[in-house]
């Protein structure tokens, strides 16, 4: 028997029922739909719908239901169309007919929201947690290597020296943002659609606010229409992931040209890296690679998961019932991706002696340019001078670092003493904070160690 079978008069065709069940994607839903009616007999039981004896006997079968759920010994079925359809047959067979008094003042509509919104919640915490997993495993690394020394490069051309701690702490702050973005996001989704009825709310007495702190929502949604067709908190969820892919997409391609043979600034752990069945030498990044590749898929989601909504007329339509598939996609997709990033990257070995060696000279060019602004030389007349030598160097073959002092003297008069021309100097000459001078790093490092310890007991706690 369908939930609505007295309107509809013929059973239904066996391809019409497996082209509209959600059961597939509505599993993961199930525990979540437990959560949303155990709150919801109670709140039927405050509004005087059904006794309270009733009600603790619906809930003591709802729980049976969620243990049977989580062993896996539910059976599910077709022909039961979708998460809550299934829940409600299980304690139709736990309570007879009792059953059968649950479902007033509530539709399936408000029960997919809540159930989406609890999903989502959940799936938001472990991102939240996987993201400061991944940032633990960058801080580890920066802290190790902060005294070393590699070149930085702006257009894919080498710019001036860094300390490896930089880029690296660069990877951790964009993390932040993720969590940041995660944290927002989970705001919004924790409110409660429960108490909105099809579309237009109830009409029995159902205490919202209590249905909301039984599932742990944040207090109730303004409209009930609202409650029902916004998906809003999905479609962030789904780009807040695509952006945190993005961000870890970006760190891949940074371990791939590191892990280059050409460039050798890093050596991929072995136990993270494959090789050619065919070329005996080659150790391939394959980590780093699928996660570019699988950001792109991510990036799908959010298309899929607005284009999904922006046609929608006002109220729940079923389109909605596609709302799963980039969810979970996202979600599948991106906590994996920071899991295995925070164990390979305690892995990774940066060779120190090859990373400074491939600072060119011509990386302390601005440092040149600004030894000559210290002596009163304007920037833009420095920075000529500087860009005539490394003309003339080029052209003759010559490092940046090889001139002598007369050599600079002829192209200024304000070479009077000569700065010392070597990457970890130029590093010590920088003075802004969150640059890549060692006080910077030291305090950045100071700096992002306590966030991530403070966020780390606030999700404990
Ligand atoms: N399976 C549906 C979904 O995922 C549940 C809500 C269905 N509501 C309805 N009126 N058919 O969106």
Redesign the pocket.
Known sequence: MKTWQGRIETAADRRFERFTS?IE??RRLAPYDVIASRAHAKALAGAGVISTADAERLDLALQQVGVEIASGHLVWRDEL????THVESRLRELTGELADSLHAGR???D??AADLRLYTRDRIDEAMASILSLQSSLLDLARRYRNDIMPGYTHLQQAQPLSIAQPLLAHVSMLGRDWERFEEARTRANRSPLGSG?LAGAAFPLNRDLLASSCGFSGPIANSLDAVSDRDFLVEFVFAAALCMTHLSRLAEDLILWSSTELGFVRLPDAFASGSSMMPQKKNPDVAELIRGKAALVLGDVTAALALVKGIPMG?N?D??E??TPLYHAADTLIPSLEILAAMLPEIEFDTERTERAVSSFALATDLADHLVRNGVPFRDAHAVVGGLVSDCLARGKDLTGLTPEELRAASRHFAEIPEMTPRASIRRKQTSGSTSPESIEQQLKEMDSMVEERRKESRS
């Open positions: 959600s994607q509505d169309e979708d998460v809550h539709s399936r509509n029960q997919v099809a729940y079923r909605l019932q709302d799963k």
